[in-house]
């Protein structure tokens, strides 16, 4: 049974930085996409920044320069370092997993989700 563990979130300043952490069990990061989304209600899920098999990562154009995806295979966790917080960026963040290699189609696996409050 897959399972995505989140942690990290918070509440920050605009100007500040928060990291975004998920461990997966059951799974590995190695070997499949993996990224993290955001959702404000109302609107859509929307994709933040991915991280393929091969460690080439996309991150949004809203979000470049500002936040970046890693992992550590090792320990099988997936991050998502955010500096530069913007009240916009404010949402409810979800990390993601991917059946597949490369970040294509929709993730198959969802975390617990962890609120992102950016005040200005």
């Known amino acids: 049974q897959v399972q995505l563990v989140q942690s990290g979130g918070g509440s920050v300043q605009a100007g500040g930085s928060l990291r975004l952490s998920c461990a997966a069990s059951g799974y590995t990061f190695r070997s499949r996409c993996a990224g993290w989304f955001r959702q404000v209600p109302g609107k859509e899920r929307e994709e933040v920044a991915v991280?393929?098999?091969?460690?080439?990562?996309r991150h949004a154009d809203s979000v470049k320069g500002r936040f970046t995806v890693s992992k550590d295979v090792a320990n099988n966790t997936l991050s998502l370092q955010m500096n530069s917080l913007k009240p916009e960026d404010s949402a409810m963040y979800y990390c993601?997993?991917?059946?597949?290699?490369?970040?294509?189609?929709?993730?198959?696996?969802w975390g617990q989700g962890a609120q992102v409050t950016v005040s200005s």
């Open positions: 991280i393929d098999s091969a460690g080439d990562t």
């Open positions: 993601a997993l991917y059946l597949t290699y490369r970040c294509s189609g929709s993730p198959s696996y």
